[in-house]
């Protein structure tokens, strides 16, 4: 039967609204630990690439208010997600400038900051390698020699005597053979650079470890359980020793995913037993030593048909990780299974290169990858719309992939509401209607993109919920999934209000405690409303479940009669019945002959996706079922550019994303607005900027712009589509990432629209419009 | 940021003997938007701060019906609330509001800005079309600057250590103008000039025309104005204003723009603003403030 | 060099002793208790700092504490003294931010706003909050609620 639904799906109060607009939030750095609490302060690599000869403490050791030095020499442990390539201190050579190659503990943060300065180290240096395209070569120097000797999960390729931390590889039906049928073939190259993440508040950590084993940290996180098993595993701690507390984040992004500093900050505790410390990044070391989005170079080339299908795609990858790939291959790996982008293509070649260079680490950012590819590839796709003579909307409609058809990889497709978001974003666009600007020197066009992503995890990522009701019938509910400002908590409230017909009020949902909360992966791959929605949803039930079975034992009810109503229980055939939660749920129904049925009410839910594999054959990348499912949607903006000035303003947007079922449609809205705005920074403004030496030239707000409230359109549409996922908590599937891909390709199309020049780089910069019109005013003899 | 002591005297001249003691160990501060940013990177280092905050007289801010006295513990917002400013002086109170944002425009002040001399000082392209002059006060009594001679180089101005502005001082005209002051950064969000290029035009058909950003100081495009001076704004002479504007910068490249992009677009500017410039004196133009790129 | 300092700290006198080279930022959260401004840049460029200063939005980080000397801050707690702002409710129903790390500094610079000029136009607000960053809402929601409160008043 299908029952109306009062929570999900309906617009409410974010409930940790309250909180965040009282400024009773509390981060990491709002949270008090007394005086006793000592300062961390990191020395960073000079260099980009050298061998550490030697590192002297000693004049660190003796500076006033010093309480430990930390380096290499007590802590060269090896940690990675999914492959342990990063150091906790490198004791042997620095791979990136910023790299943290020694820590003081202090009474100060300003003494622990004179220390660091004392430290001596010698270092040799070495050739820098910043381009994978230079690194990828046979002859470039190695950034890590000992690949091969390292840990990794078994589906990923390290290639050792190489700089290529992984490969992922698709081989399905014959390029080649199809590329000669084609009628028409393109192929060219298009360019990404790295991206920082720039949440406002910057990493910080604080660790306390106390003489009897405790490691106790305060982070701020994406990933509480992940951060804890990789502490655990890296430096031999069991597990329920390690105990992870998270406070609200400000601003995840993906670069709060996994851990990084965090390991920085629990090796000091270790040395300081008794005494929290402190570790807070500086923007300047969020930009230099946290995470960045990976640099692309992709190469493609696709055929079509007379009909206008596309029925081949070579697809080459070559992404900058970085110099560490321990959690960037995932995104390499993530993105090789779906470079076709939502389109059903029966011939398909794929690779994509995990290359380490001399950069700053590289890893998850929203979108993980896609945002990246979708670039290149919807810029491909409206330059054959345009050779072929079609629509760049209909020839993305008449490619769309649907339920059931083959992806890359083999498996069938879920469903997708694609098509309905393609046509909803070209009706909000006005696709096809012209706007000319009053101004002459100003010209109007727009832009389309149609994109996928699937969220990218370990075929075993799982989620786990537990709730307990009180004596006044109302209820905690305990899972580690993050609140990151996308509304998770709202979410997880709803479902459980759903499923126990409770009002919002009567539930707590709060930030987790690793001792205290169940088992979460991590708050990535915008897979935390379907994933642990459902193991919420299956706590509810198991409680109702309970309810029902104590109701039906006391009042000899069938169970099939009774159901739950408000906070109370209620019965099919006897209207008259109502028995509300605060009867019963802890203390028990009372028998006639003074006995009691039932005792505290406690749902518990767990899932974890059971027909994912990652067995693949690494050289076709078939044979498996790597990914869950995909989320689709499209993009459209309306952009007005300056010919004079080269400046471009966009006008308008709209968006339209298959969420399956909107459990908070209003907070759905704020992740495509937000995720359009943070992809309009990467269109237009953002690329961090590097020296030949590898040191990042713009780590600040001055010189990274990140769009202002001046700098967005003045008329934004976001549009939800609900083709309900089957497997998902009321239908459910992930948005939040998906927002930012379509507008680098976007813009690029509209600029296009626009002035007839195609920019293959972004951000595409006023300077790159301009000089683009040169190039085109001198090719028409002009 | 390192140690250092802090005075907050309440004259001028206690301000400026203690500036002589400390010499170049001193810093003097106004609204710190740029000085506490370069103490914390430690990029300086001084002995003693000295806050100029104190001192009443060099709050005044006001129009003696020839001059406009803006006394350096005048900010940003101060000017842009100035009716006065708005009125008489449209071109500097249009510059201002390109500053940064509206939390760091509480602080700063127009005399902190030109003393720390960055070429893309805002203000600077707007006081050079007014011929504005900045009032020294030394130890042997003040002095009258004319703010064409006050900028040295990148940070460097004429000022010596015991020296202190203590007012930026501009004749309203009186005759028929128009002006503008056109701003290109990355985006319309705070940033640095990309470009910026203050124009004037009066009812006499003389010209100035200044940059910010483009050369190693802010400077005036003589030629340009001297080649325009009596003359309409016809495309042809705005073409050749152009190009003789443009002779006056020597830009570099760097992380905000290229040397390339910055003097084709510098030529693409001046014209803009000199044809809103007349439209203004003529009573058609955007009204001041309004975005012209 | 410590050196004793006077201020009125959301209606209330303090008296501290502070080096002239701290932070008004720091003094206020380390030394002071209050969380509300936040450690976002530390240059000035991003507002998660803002505070009022004389009823004026300052940036705390690049503010020295010795500075504020005989004047007036306000933070957050100090506006919703007696009870949430009309401006806070309206961000609560707008469900206007995301993280929330940016709240404070934004609902400083938009009270600042509203005090000075009740009833601005869109692109008013949009010009008086452009120096507080936000990575996460593109901003839309939290114009949207303080325009409504500027149709109320």
């Given at each position: 039967?299908?029952?109306e639904?009062?929570?999900?799906?309906k617009?409410?109060?974010?409930?940790?609204?309250?909180?965040?607009?009282?400024?009773?939030?509390?981060y990491?750095?709002d949270?008090?630990?007394?005086?006793?609490?000592l300062?961390?302060?990191?020395?960073?690599?000079?260099?980009?690439?050298?061998i550490?000869?030697n590192?002297?403490?000693t004049?660190a050791?003796?500076?006033?208010?010093?309480?430990?030095?930390?380096?290499?020499?007590?802590?060269?442990?090896?940690?990675g997600?999914?492959?342990k390539d990063?150091?906790i201190?490198?004791?042997?050579r620095v791979?990136?400038?910023?790299?943290?190659v020694?820590?003081?503990?202090?009474?100060?943060?300003?003494?622990?900051?004179a220390?660091?300065?004392?430290?001596?180290v010698d270092?040799?240096p070495?050739p820098?390698?910043?381009?994978p395209?230079?690194?990828?070569k046979?002859d470039?120097?190695?950034?890590?020699?000992?690949?091969?000797k390292?840990e990794?999960?078994?589906?990923?390729?390290?290639?050792?005597?190489?700089?290529?931390?992984?490969?992922r590889?698709?081989?399905?039906?014959?390029?080649?053979?199809?590329?000669?049928?084609a009628?028409?073939?393109?192929?060219?190259?298009?360019?990404v650079?790295h991206?920082?993440h720039a949440?406002?508040e910057?990493?910080?950590?604080?660790?306390?470890?106390?003489?009897?084993?405790?490691?106790?940290?305060?982070n701020?996180?994406?990933?509480?359980?992940?951060?804890?098993?990789i502490i655990?595993?890296?430096?031999?701690?069991p597990?329920?020793n390690?105990?992870?507390?998270?406070s609200?984040?400000?601003?995840?992004?993906?670069?709060?995913?996994?851990?990084?500093?965090?390991?920085?900050?629990?090796?000091?505790?270790?040395?300081?037993?008794?005494?929290?410390?402190?570790?807070?990044?500086?923007?300047?070391?969020e930009?230099?030593?946290?995470?960045?989005r990976?640099?692309?170079?992709?190469h493609?080339?696709?055929?079509?048909?007379?009909?206008?299908?596309?029925?081949?795609?070579k697809?080459?990858l070559?992404?900058?990780?970085?110099?560490?790939a321990?959690?960037?291959?995932?995104?390499?790996?993530?993105?090789?299974?779906?470079?076709?982008?939502p389109y059903?293509?029966?011939?398909?070649?794929?690779?994509?290169?995990?290359?380490y260079?001399?950069?700053?680490?590289c890893?998850a950012?929203?979108?993980?990858?896609?945002s990246?590819?979708?670039?290149?590839l919807?810029?491909h796709i409206?330059?054959?719309?345009?050779?072929?003579?079609?629509?760049?909307?209909?020839?993305?409609?008449?490619?769309?992939?649907?339920?059931?058809?083959?992806v890359?990889?083999?498996?069938?497709?879920?469903?997708?509401?694609?098509?309905?978001?393609i046509?909803?974003?070209?009706?909000?666009?006005?696709?096809g209607?012209?706007?000319?600007?009053?101004?002459?020197?100003k010209v109007?066009?727009?832009?389309?993109?149609?994109?996928?992503k699937?969220p990218?995890?370990?075929?075993?990522?799982?989620?786990a919920?537990?709730l307990?009701?009180?004596?006044?019938?109302?209820?905690?509910?305990?899972?580690?999934?993050?609140?990151l400002g996308?509304?998770?908590?709202?979410a997880m409230?709803?479902?459980?209000?759903?499923?126990?017909s409770?009002?919002l009020?009567?539930?707590?949902v709060?930030?987790p405690?690793?001792?205290?909360?169940?088992?979460?992966?991590q708050?990535?791959?915008?897979h935390?409303?379907?994933?642990?929605?459902?193991?919420?949803?299956?706590a509810?039930?198991?409680?109702?479940?309970q309810?029902?079975?104590?109701?039906?034992?006391a009042?000899?009810?069938?169970?099939?009669?009774?159901y739950?109503?408000?906070?109370?229980?209620?019965?099919?055939?006897?209207?008259e019945?109502?028995?509300?939660?605060?009867?019963?749920?802890?203390?028990?129904i009372?028998?006639?002959?003074g006995?009691?049925?039932?005792?505290?009410?406690?749902?518990?839910?767990m899932?974890?996706?059971e027909?994912t594999?990652?067995?693949?054959?690494?050289?076709?990348?078939?044979?498996?079922?790597?990914?869950?499912h995909y989320?689709?949607g499209?993009g459209?903006?309306e952009?007005?550019?300056?010919?004079?000035?080269?400046?471009?303003?966009?006008?308008?947007?709209a968006?339209?994303?298959?969420?399956?079922?909107?459990?908070?449609?209003?907070?759905?809205?704020?992740?495509?607005?937000?995720?359009?705005?943070?992809?309009?920074?990467?269109?237009?403004?953002?690329?961090?900027?590097?020296?030949?030496?590898g040191?990042i030239?713009?780590?600040?707000?001055?010189?990274?712009?990140?769009p202002t409230?001046?700098?967005?359109?003045?008329?934004?549409?976001?549009i939800?589509?609900?083709?309900a996922?089957?497997?998902?908590?009321?239908?459910?599937?992930?948005i939040?990432e998906?927002?930012?891909?379509?507008?680098?390709?976007?813009v690029?199309n509209?600029?296009?629209?626009a002035l007839?020049i195609?920019?293959?780089?972004?951000?595409?910069?006023?300077?790159?419009?301009?000089?683009a019109l040169?190039e085109?005013?001198?090719?028409n003899?002009? | 940021?390192?140690?250092?002591?802090?005075?907050?005297?309440?004259?001028?001249?206690?301000?400026?003997?203690?500036?002589k003691?400390?010499?170049?160990?001193?810093?003097?501060?106004?609204?710190?938007?740029?000085?506490v940013v370069?103490?914390?990177?430690?990029?300086?280092?001084p002995?003693?701060?000295?806050?100029?905050?104190?001192?009443?007289?060099l709050?005044?801010?006001e129009?003696?019906?020839?001059?406009?006295?803006?006394g350096?513990r005048?900010?940003?917002?101060?000017l842009?609330?100035?009716?006065?400013v708005?009125?008489?002086?449209p071109?500097?109170?249009?510059?201002?509001?390109?500053?940064?944002s509206?939390g760091?425009?509480?602080?700063a002040?127009?005399?902190?800005?030109?003393?720390s001399?960055?070429?893309?000082?805002?203000?600077?392209?707007?006081l050079l079309?007014?011929n504005?002059?900045?009032?020294?006060?030394t130890?042997?009594?003040?002095k009258?600057?004319?703010?064409?001679?006050?900028f040295?180089?990148?940070?460097?101005t004429?000022?010596?250590p015991?020296?202190?502005?203590?007012?930026v001082?501009?004749?309203?005209?009186?005759?028929?103008?128009g002006?503008?002051?056109?701003?290109?950064?990355r985006?319309?969000?705070?940033?640095?000039?990309?470009?910026?290029?203050?124009t004037?035009?009066?009812?006499d058909?003389?010209?100035?025309?200044?940059?910010?950003?483009?050369?190693?100081k802010?400077?005036?495009?003589?030629?340009?104005?001297?080649?325009?001076k009596?003359?309409?704004?016809?495309?042809?002479v705005?073409?050749?204003?152009?190009k003789?504007?443009?002779?006056a910068?020597?830009?570099?490249?760097?992380?905000?723009?290229?040397?390339?992009y910055?003097?084709y677009?510098s030529g693409?500017?001046?014209?803009?603003?000199?044809k809103?410039?007349?439209?203004?004196?003529n009573?058609?133009?955007?009204?001041y403030g309004?975005?012209?790129? | 060099?410590?050196?004793?300092?006077?201020?009125?700290?959301?209606?209330?006198?303090v008296?501290?002793?502070?080096?002239p080279?701290e932070k008004l930022?720091?003094?206020?959260?380390d030394?002071?208790?209050v969380?509300?401004?936040?450690?976002?840049?530390?240059?000035?460029?991003?507002?998660?700092?803002?505070?009022?200063?004389?009823?004026?939005s300052i940036?705390?980080?690049?503010t020295l504490?010795?500075?504020?000397?005989?004047?007036?801050?306000?933070?957050?707690e100090g506006?919703?003294?007696?009870?949430?702002?009309?401006?806070?409710?309206?961000f609560?129903?707008?469900?206007?931010?995301q993280?929330g790390?940016?709240?404070?500094g934004?609902?400083i610079t938009?009270?600042?706003?509203?005090?000075?000029?009740?009833?601005?136009?869109?692109e008013?607000?949009?010009?008086?909050?452009?120096?507080?960053?936000?990575?996460?809402?593109g901003y839309?929601?939290?114009?949207?609620?303080i325009?409504?409160?500027?149709k109320?008043?």
């Amino acid at each position: 039967m299908e029952r109306e639904l009062k929570y999900v799906g309906k617009r409410a109060v974010r409930i940790d609204g309250l909180e965040k607009i009282t400024g009773a939030a509390k981060y990491t750095d709002d949270l008090d630990f007394g005086p006793s609490m000592l300062y961390v302060a990191v020395l960073e690599s000079p260099y980009a690439h050298a061998i550490i000869k030697n590192i002297d403490t000693t004049e660190a050791e003796k500076m006033p208010g010093v309480r430990a030095v930390l380096s290499g020499k007590d802590f060269p442990e090896k940690f990675g997600l999914y492959l342990k390539d990063n150091s906790i201190f490198p004791a042997d050579r620095v791979r990136y400038i910023g790299q943290q190659v020694a820590a003081v503990v202090a009474e100060t943060p300003a003494q622990a900051e004179a220390a660091v300065k004392k430290i001596k180290v010698d270092y040799e240096p070495l050739p820098v390698l910043q381009n994978p395209l230079d690194a990828i070569k046979p002859d470039a120097p190695l950034i890590h020699p000992d690949l091969g000797k390292y840990e990794v999960v078994p589906w990923l390729y390290p290639q050792p005597g190489t700089n290529i931390a992984h490969v992922r590889k698709i081989r399905k039906g014959d390029v080649d053979k199809a590329f000669k049928e084609a009628e028409y073939v393109l192929e060219d190259w298009y360019h990404v650079p790295h991206v920082v993440h720039a949440p406002i508040e910057t990493h910080i950590s604080v660790a306390l470890y106390s003489y009897d084993g405790r490691l106790t940290l305060w982070n701020s996180t994406q990933s509480p359980h992940t951060q804890r098993n990789i502490i655990a595993h890296s430096l031999k701690i069991p597990h329920k020793n390690v105990r992870v507390i998270a406070s609200y984040v400000g601003g995840g992004f993906g670069g709060k995913a996994g851990i990084s500093m965090e390991v920085i900050a629990a090796v000091a505790a270790m040395k300081v037993p008794g005494h929290p410390v402190k570790l807070r990044w500086t923007r300047k070391q969020e930009f230099q030593n946290s995470s960045q989005r990976q640099e692309l170079y992709a190469h493609i080339k696709m055929g079509v048909n007379k009909e206008g299908k596309i029925i081949a795609l070579k697809h080459e990858l070559f992404w900058d990780v970085g110099a560490s790939a321990e959690y960037g291959s995932n995104v390499v790996n993530a993105t090789g299974f779906s470079a076709t982008g939502p389109y059903y293509i029966p011939n398909v070649y794929i690779d994509s290169f995990a290359i380490y260079t001399n950069r700053p680490p590289c890893g998850a950012y929203r979108g993980f990858g896609y945002s990246e590819f979708h670039f290149g590839l919807e810029s491909h796709i409206d330059r054959m719309a345009k050779i072929i003579g079609m629509d760049p909307v209909e020839f993305r409609r008449k490619n769309a992939i649907q339920r059931g058809q083959p992806v890359a990889y083999g498996v069938e497709m879920n469903p997708t509401g694609i098509l309905e978001c393609i046509d909803k974003v070209a009706e909000k666009i006005e696709w096809g209607k012209e706007n000319k600007s009053p101004d002459p020197t100003k010209v109007r066009a727009k832009g389309f993109a149609a994109v996928w992503k699937a969220p990218a995890m370990p075929p075993n990522e799982s989620s786990a919920a537990f709730l307990k009701f009180s004596e006044d019938g109302s209820i905690n509910l305990l899972v580690s999934g993050m609140e990151l400002g996308q509304g998770f908590l709202t979410a997880m409230a709803k479902i459980a209000a759903e499923e126990l017909s409770l009002p919002l009020e009567k539930i707590r949902v709060e930030l987790p405690d690793t001792d205290r909360n169940p088992y979460e992966w991590q708050t990535v791959a915008s897979h935390v409303t379907w994933s642990c929605g459902n193991a919420v949803r299956r706590a509810a039930i198991d409680a109702r479940n309970q309810i029902l079975d104590t109701v039906s034992r006391a009042y000899h009810i069938d169970k099939a009669n009774l159901y739950l109503e408000d906070g109370k229980v209620k019965c099919y055939t006897d209207p008259e019945f109502e028995l509300p939660f605060e009867k019963f749920v802890i203390d028990g129904i009372e028998m006639p002959d003074g006995t009691y049925r039932g005792g505290p009410i406690m749902g518990h839910g767990m899932f974890m996706p059971e027909f994912t594999s990652a067995k693949v054959n690494p050289e076709t990348g078939l044979g498996g079922h790597p990914n869950v499912h995909y989320t689709t949607g499209a993009g459209a903006v309306e952009i007005e550019i300056d010919k004079e000035t080269g400046r471009i303003r966009v006008l308008k947007m709209a968006e339209a994303f298959d969420a399956g079922k909107a459990i908070n449609p209003d907070l759905v809205e704020g992740q495509i607005v937000g995720g359009f705005v943070q992809g309009l920074g990467t269109a237009l403004w953002e690329e961090v900027k590097f020296d030949e030496n590898g040191r990042i030239l713009n780590p600040n707000f001055t010189d990274y712009k990140i769009p202002t409230a001046l700098d967005v359109p003045r008329d934004m549409n976001p549009i939800i589509v609900e083709v309900a996922q089957p497997d998902g908590p009321f239908g459910a599937r992930g948005i939040a990432e998906h927002t930012m891909i379509p507008v680098m390709p976007a813009v690029a199309n509209a600029v296009e629209n626009a002035l007839g020049i195609r920019i293959k780089d972004v951000p595409i910069t006023p300077e790159k419009i301009l000089n683009a019109l040169r190039e085109k005013g001198q090719e028409n003899g002009n | 940021m390192n140690d250092f002591d802090y005075a907050k005297p309440v004259t001028l001249s206690e301000a400026i003997s203690t500036y002589k003691k400390y010499g170049d160990k001193a810093r003097l501060l106004l609204g710190g938007t740029d000085l506490v940013v370069m103490l914390d990177d430690g990029v300086i280092q001084p002995d003693i701060v000295i806050d100029l905050k104190g001192i009443d007289e060099l709050k005044k801010l006001e129009f003696d019906g020839e001059f406009l006295h803006i006394g350096s513990r005048v900010t940003f917002n101060e000017l842009i609330d100035s009716e006065v400013v708005k009125e008489k002086f449209p071109v500097l109170w249009e510059a201002s509001k390109t500053v940064a944002s509206t939390g760091v425009r509480n602080r700063a002040t127009l005399v902190g800005n030109i003393c720390s001399a960055v070429p893309s000082a805002d203000s600077a392209p707007a006081l050079l079309v007014c011929n504005a002059a900045v009032v020294i006060a030394t130890d042997s009594g003040d002095k009258e600057v004319p703010i064409t001679e006050f900028f040295v180089g990148p940070r460097r101005t004429i000022l010596k250590p015991g020296e202190i502005v203590k007012e930026v001082k501009i004749r309203a005209s009186n005759k028929k103008f128009g002006g503008s002051y056109i701003k290109l950064g990355r985006y319309d969000g705070e940033d640095l000039a990309q470009v910026g290029v203050a124009t004037v035009v009066n009812e006499d058909r003389e010209y100035a025309i200044a940059f910010c950003a483009v050369a190693p100081k802010p400077v005036r495009a003589k030629e340009a104005e001297e080649f325009l001076k009596g003359k309409d704004l016809t495309d042809e002479v705005l073409e050749e204003a152009a190009k003789l504007a443009v002779k006056a910068i020597s830009p570099i490249s760097d992380i905000r723009a290229s040397k390339e992009y910055r003097l084709y677009v510098s030529g693409v500017l001046v014209k803009r603003s000199l044809k809103t410039s007349l439209a203004r004196m003529n009573g058609n133009g955007p009204k001041y403030g309004e975005r012209l790129v | 060099m410590k050196k004793e300092i006077n201020f009125t700290l959301n209606g209330n006198p303090v008296k501290i002793e502070v080096m002239p080279n701290e932070k008004l930022l720091d003094v206020l959260r380390d030394r002071l208790g209050v969380k509300s401004p936040k450690h976002g840049c530390g240059r000035g460029e991003c507002g998660a700092c803002s505070v009022l200063l004389n009823g004026k939005s300052i940036r705390s980080c690049i503010t020295l504490a010795i500075e504020v000397d005989g004047q007036e801050i306000t933070t957050l707690e100090g506006l919703e003294k007696n009870g949430m702002t009309e401006l806070q409710k309206s961000f609560l129903q707008h469900n206007s931010f995301q993280c929330g790390f940016c709240a404070p500094g934004m609902t400083i610079t938009a009270t600042e706003l509203l005090n000075k000029n009740p009833h601005p136009d869109e692109e008013e607000v949009r010009e008086a909050i452009a120096g507080n960053l936000c990575r996460c809402t593109g901003y839309q929601n939290i114009i949207d609620a303080i325009l409504d409160v500027s149709k109320k008043e």
